[in-house]
């Protein structure tokens, strides 16, 4: 353990992939959202729409988990999908607010923002649903997100019961969308983006909307 301990200790890196001045940054949060996702699609990082959701349970305490981004728009926010009945569907049943970070760090990029959840209409999920690989619309139907299970067994039995109930036709809609199963927007109402720097002296801002203004105010933080 204590070979082990001594030796994360020593992990650091210094960080010179690029700098982020307040000349570089977009008046509007989405466009520079929008900006270095392009930029970590460019770099080819995989999963490059991987944010870490956090939730607030009933006792207080976040859970955090990775899940896909699937939808961006200034007016949409940030659209994922999930099992409305997971653990991370009831926290926001009971307290709809949640918090995303994206972390590039082969860009030495992070990004953070934090608002209201908003559930997607039926249509809106469907339309995402439908657009899925059959193999994935099924899972949907196959996992009781979140619950104790025996064996893997049960869910490959599960599959194969639910390969039979909805037969791969070639027709987007020949599995129907569950009813347990859609998407959210998380509309931020502050944003943070990070960008590592040498010697710990790393480019931070943040952007705040005030609540009676279309306007965010950007301001570099310490970090
Ligand atoms: C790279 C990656 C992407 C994931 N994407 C999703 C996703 O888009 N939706 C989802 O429900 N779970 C996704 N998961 C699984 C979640 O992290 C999590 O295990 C699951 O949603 C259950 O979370 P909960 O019990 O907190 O509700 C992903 C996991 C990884 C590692």
Same mark, same amino acid.
């Given at each position: 353990?204590?070979?082990?301990?001594?030796?994360? %200790?020593?992990?650091?890196?210094?960080?010179?992939?690029?700098?982020?001045?307040?000349? *570089?940054?977009?008046?509007? $949060?989405?466009?520079?959202? =929008?900006?270095?996702?392009?930029?970590?699609? %460019?770099?080819?990082?995989? *999963?490059?729409? %991987?944010?870490?959701?956090?939730?607030?349970?009933?006792?207080?305490?976040?859970?955090?988990?990775?899940? @896909?981004?699937?939808?961006? *728009?200034?007016?949409?926010?940030?659209?994922?999908?999930?099992?409305?009945?997971? #653990? &991370? /569907?009831?926290?926001?049943?009971?307290?709809?607010?949640?918090? /995303?970070?994206?972390?590039?760090?082969? @860009?030495?990029?992070?990004?953070?923002? &934090?608002?209201?959840?908003?559930?997607?209409? &039926?249509?809106?999920?469907?339309?995402?649903?439908?657009?899925? $690989?059959?193999?994935?619309?099924?899972?949907?139907?196959?996992?009781?997100?979140?619950?104790?299970?025996?064996? #893997?067994?049960?869910?490959?039995?599960?599959?194969?019961?639910?390969?039979?109930?909805?037969? *791969?036709?070639?027709?987007?809609?020949?599995?129907?969308?569950?009813?347990?199963?859609?998407?959210?927007?998380?509309?931020?109402?502050?944003?943070?983006?990070?960008?590592?720097?040498?010697?710990?002296?790393?480019?931070?801002? =943040?952007?705040?909307?005030?609540?009676?203004? $279309?306007?965010? =105010?950007?301001?570099? @933080?310490?970090?």
């Amino acid at each position: 353990m204590t070979t082990a301990s001594s030796k994360i %200790a020593d992990m650091r890196e210094n960080y010179t992939a690029g700098t982020l001045r307040r000349s *570089d940054l977009s008046e509007d $949060p989405y466009m520079q959202f =929008s900006n270095w996702f392009n930029d970590a699609v %460019a770099a080819k990082i995989r *999963d490059p729409n %991987a944010m870490i959701l956090s939730t607030i349970g009933s006792d207080g305490i976040p859970t955090a988990r990775t899940i @896909l981004l699937k939808q961006l *728009d200034s007016r949409t926010g940030f659209g994922f999908f999930t099992n409305y009945e997971s #653990r &991370k /569907g009831k926290e926001l049943a009971a307290n709809p607010v949640a918090s /995303g970070i994206f972390l590039w760090k082969e @860009l030495e990029r992070q990004v953070h923002f &934090k608002g209201n959840v908003e559930k997607l209409s &039926k249509e809106e999920s469907e339309a995402y649903f439908f657009s899925r $690989p059959y193999a994935s619309r099924i899972g949907a139907w196959v996992s009781r997100q979140s619950r104790f299970i025996e064996n #893997r067994e049960w869910l490959v039995q599960r599959d194969d019961k639910f390969r039979k109930r909805f037969p *791969d036709t070639g027709e987007a809609d020949s599995v129907p969308l569950p009813e347990f199963w859609g998407g959210y927007r998380l509309i931020p109402s502050s944003f943070e983006f990070w960008q590592g720097q040498p010697s710990r002296l790393h480019d931070r801002f =943040s952007y705040e909307k005030a609540d009676d203004t $279309p306007n965010w =105010s950007i301001r570099r @933080l310490s970090p």
